[in-house]
């Protein structure tokens, strides 16, 4: 049995931290932009029942959670869970525009955001004097009379309660955990819901008889080391209330990219090439303005079968910011892998392996050519 005499950590409890996640983000555009599909069960995916059972849930909104279906869950899955349902193709270049609006009301509150994915990110709030909830509630309503989309916040001091927070009452939730709900909070949770414990994890912990968060509390370190190496000694810390993780609002990017989606899928190798220039010019843009450039150009598309590749290709110098060089690399990887038969729903170009552009890297760039 583990005890807080072993625990020789402290609390850290003087940070404001906010994770704020979209709710069911893009079944809720979909249905935004299409009112009258808001009592249907609506999934992400292409319709099983047209692409002979191949294709993966993207996501799907709560009338079709209610019968099971989530994320990752195979389409034909899907349909049986909810036979019902109506299947829409994702628009991800949708998604992304209206991710960019949202993160824009974000940046209205702070500047010390970490992104995790479109639709979710971190907020530290530390240095804001005014009460969290006020704060939460403000943007909450923000969001959803610019934009008519709901949010979840979670609240807490670190980022770990503040994800579950956020996880913990949705949709359209705002959930508190302070230093004196640690216990009731993290006691009654199946052990699936602790951050951290994936599927092989839960699954272990089944074994050991770890069933809740109460029963994890009750390891000792040691014991928790043995069984799950480092990730033992994080889950004895989290289960605990301790995560000193800051929000990560200084990272350096490591790669800057753009890509299309098309609905119908693009067919012809002239179409190809066409998107390449219109691509490698948003890119272009792109480095410019974060002032980076990189040795790496990365093609990445994606089939009328949902298969995504990936294909790279390396130079030895510094990618010149320039769309001629840039979309020209594009056909040499093209040329390269022998093109696309497949009909493609997804074109992305990505620079890679960045580092700034400094006024010497100019200098001989624009002396070079």
């Given at each position: 049995?583990?005890?807080?005499?072993?625990?020789?950590?402290?609390?850290?409890?003087?940070?404001?931290i906010l994770h704020i996640d979209m709710d069911a983000f893009y079944a809720q555009i979909e249905i935004?932009?299409?009112?009258?599909?808001?009592?249907?069960?609506?999934?992400?995916?292409?319709?099983?029942?047209?692409?002979?059972?191949?294709?993966?849930?993207?996501?799907?909104?709560?009338?079709?959670?209610?019968?099971?279906v989530h994320s990752a869950m195979s389409s034909m899955e899907a349909l049986e869970k909810a036979p019902d349902a109506i299947f829409l193709d994702p628009d991800f270049d949708k998604y992304r525009h209206v991710s960019q609006q949202v993160h824009e009301i974000f940046h209205e509150y702070t500047d010390k955001i970490e992104p995790v994915a479109f639709d979710e990110a971190y907020l530290d709030l530390t240095d804001r004097p005014e009460p969290l909830i006020t704060i939460a509630h403000q943007m909450q309503q923000e969001i959803y009379d610019k934009l008519q989309l709901t949010s979840s916040v979670g609240i807490s001091f670190n980022k770990f309660l503040a994800k579950l927070a956020s996880e913990h009452n949705k949709p359209a939730g705002l959930t508190v955990i302070r230093v004196e709900d640690i216990r009731a909070f993290l006691d009654n949770q199946p052990i699936e819901?602790?951050?951290?414990?994936?599927?092989?994890?839960?699954?272990k912990m089944h074994e050991l008889?770890?069933?809740?968060?109460?029963?994890?509390?009750?390891?000792?370190?040691?014991?928790?080391?043995d069984e799950f190496n480092k990730q033992g000694f994080e889950l004895y810390q989290r289960i605990r209330g301790i995560d000193d993780r800051p929000v990560e609002y200084e990272r350096q990017r490591k790669s800057i990219g753009k890509e299309h989606t098309f609905n119908p899928p693009i067919r012809s190798e002239d179409d190809i090439l066409a998107e390449f220039k219109i691509i490698a010019h948003e890119l272009v843009k792109a480095l410019q303005t974060q002032k980076m450039h990189g040795k790496t150009l990365v093609l990445k598309v994606r089939d009328d079968e949902f298969n995504t590749t990936t294909?790279?290709?390396t130079q030895n110098d510094f990618i010149q910011n320039d769309e001629g060089v840039i979309n020209n690399i594009a056909i040499d990887i093209l040329e390269e892998i022998g093109g696309y038969t497949k009909p493609l729903?997804?074109?992305?170009?990505?620079?890679?392996?960045?580092?700034?552009?400094?006024?010497?890297?100019?200098?001989?760039s624009l002396y070079e050519s």
């Open positions: 049995m583990g005890s807080l005499l072993e625990f020789p950590f402290k609390l850290q409890t003087n940070r404001k935004r932009d299409h009112p009258e599909l808001k009592a249907k069960q609506v999934i992400l995916a292409r319709d099983p029942r047209k692409s002979g059972g191949k294709g993966v849930v993207a996501t799907a909104n709560y009338n079709a959670r209610k019968l099971g819901n602790i951050r951290g414990v994936g599927v092989k994890t839960a699954e008889h770890i069933e809740t968060g109460r029963d994890l509390y009750e390891q000792s370190q040691d014991m928790l080391m294909h790279r290709m729903r997804l074109i992305g170009l990505t620079v890679t392996g960045l580092s700034p552009v400094s006024f010497e890297n100019l200098a001989l």
